[in-house]
């Protein structure tokens, strides 16, 4: 797969900053205008990107009452019906071309989640720079066939994909050619417990597949993508609402505005601090080597004196011989006078 990437105006790859994205999800809640102001609150806190969902309750399931619809595994959302929460999350198709024009005159990228046929035809309408494949589509081969030959960046979130899952995907996108293809780790669990997340599998994705490798974080805070960075990640992908007392059917595990920006500094802290992989010492640390240890004159030596464990030492700061000749000079004889505190030095030395 292509190490080098491009979105929107963003490249993406191992050397590039991390793209931010912001996932604004059903964080509406209904209401465009508080949509328009979570694209500004996310560009205010620092995101690359915005992320929406393309789909409606009919597009992505059927309105069905049977148990297998029944939402009841232990998630925030049980008690209700795939439809019916599809049905109260989905982000009206009307608002997406203007919310993507308010991204762009913002300076965000603005892609989406399609999930099915018709949602990908209108996003082409739209000239969506990449598209994102949610994790329970990961399996959906006709859509992702249908993506991947539109020859755009395709991001894939990995859930709830066995390997195989991963492998079937990326094989249909080589297939038709196209090879910009980026590997999400994710855990689809809202809120994710942090000993489910498994970050040291982000290494694992890079490896195996050969591609670049992001997160799509659902846990609370911003530690585990921070923290992820130093693992490799060129995505961060995190759920954004403006306050999750606000509610809706995302907002009890979305970012407010706040943490976002201290997640956004977190992440550029860390890229700074990972810097480069070869050993070798910054200016600063050249200059400082100067007050490492080194041979000295502790007691004043007479002219002819014998150096002695008591008149010669190992001390701060490094003007004098190597400390590694300390054995060797010891026994000898001084060829002049030396004054305590003297950096001792061969044309000392008989």
């Known amino acids: 797969m292509n190490k080098e990437i491009k979105i929107g105006s963003h490249v993406i790859s191992e050397h590039s900053p991390v793209f931010i994205v912001a996932e604004l999800s059903a964080n509406h809640n209904q209401d465009y205008g508080r949509a328009v102001e979570i694209l500004h609150a996310a560009k205010e806190a620092g995101a690359d990107a915005v992320k929406l969902q393309t789909y409606t309750a009919d597009t992505i399931t059927i309105d069905c009452d049977d148990p297998c619809f029944q939402i009841n595994e232990g998630t925030i959302w049980d008690g209700t019906t795939l439809y019916k929460l599809y049905q109260q999350a989905y982000t009206?198709?009307?608002?997406?071309?203007?919310?993507?024009?308010?991204?762009?005159?913002?300076?965000?990228?603005?892609?989406?989640?399609?999930?099915?046929?018709?949602?990908?035809?209108?996003?082409?309408?739209?000239?969506?720079?990449?598209?994102?494949?949610?994790?329970?589509?990961?399996?959906?081969?006709?859509?992702?066939?249908?993506?991947?030959?539109?020859?755009?960046?395709?991001?894939?979130?990995?859930?709830?994909?066995?390997?195989?899952?991963?492998?079937?995907?990326?094989?249909?996108?080589?297939?038709?050619?196209?090879?910009?293809?980026?590997?999400?780790?994710?855990?689809?669990?809202?809120?994710?417990?942090?000993?489910?997340?498994?970050?040291?599998?982000?290494?694992?994705?890079?490896?195996?597949?050969?591609?670049?490798?992001?997160?799509?974080?659902?846990?609370?805070?911003?530690?585990?993508?921070?923290?992820?960075?130093?693992?490799?990640?060129?995505?961060v992908e995190k759920h954004f609402t403006l306050r999750r007392a606000d509610g809706g059917p995302d907002g009890a595990f979305s970012m407010e505005p706040e943490e976002f920006s201290r997640m956004v500094k977190d992440i550029r802290i860390m890229e700074k601090a990972l810097g480069s992989s070869e050993y070798k010492l910054t200016p600063t640390q050249e200059l400082e080597h100067g007050g490492s240890r080194s041979l000295f004159v502790v007691k004043d030596i007479a002219k002819g004196e014998v150096l002695t464990s008591e008149n010669i030492r190992s001390i701060r700061p490094g003007n004098g011989l190597h400390t590694m000749y300390y054995e060797e000079v010891l026994g000898k004889k001084a060829n002049t006078f030396l004054r305590k505190g003297t950096p001792l030095q061969w044309e000392l030395i008989d």
């Open 92 to 235: 009206p198709w009307e608002w997406q071309p203007k919310l993507m024009e308010e991204a762009a005159r913002l300076g965000l990228v603005c892609f989406s989640s399609p999930f099915d046929f018709t949602s990908v035809d209108f996003l082409e309408q739209m000239q969506v720079p990449a598209y994102k494949i949610a994790s329970y589509e990961i399996n959906d081969i006709p859509l992702i066939r249908k993506i991947a030959r539109l020859h755009k960046p395709v991001i894939f979130a990995t859930g709830i994909a066995y390997p195989e899952d991963i492998e079937r995907a990326l094989s249909v996108c080589r297939e038709e050619g196209n090879r910009d293809v980026i590997l999400l780790k994710c855990v689809s669990s809202y809120p994710t417990p942090y000993e489910d997340v498994n970050l040291n599998v982000i290494p694992t994705l890079a490896q195996t597949y050969d591609c670049l490798v992001g997160i799509s974080d659902h846990t609370m805070g911003s530690i585990v993508s921070a923290g992820s960075i130093a693992l490799g990640v060129k995505m």
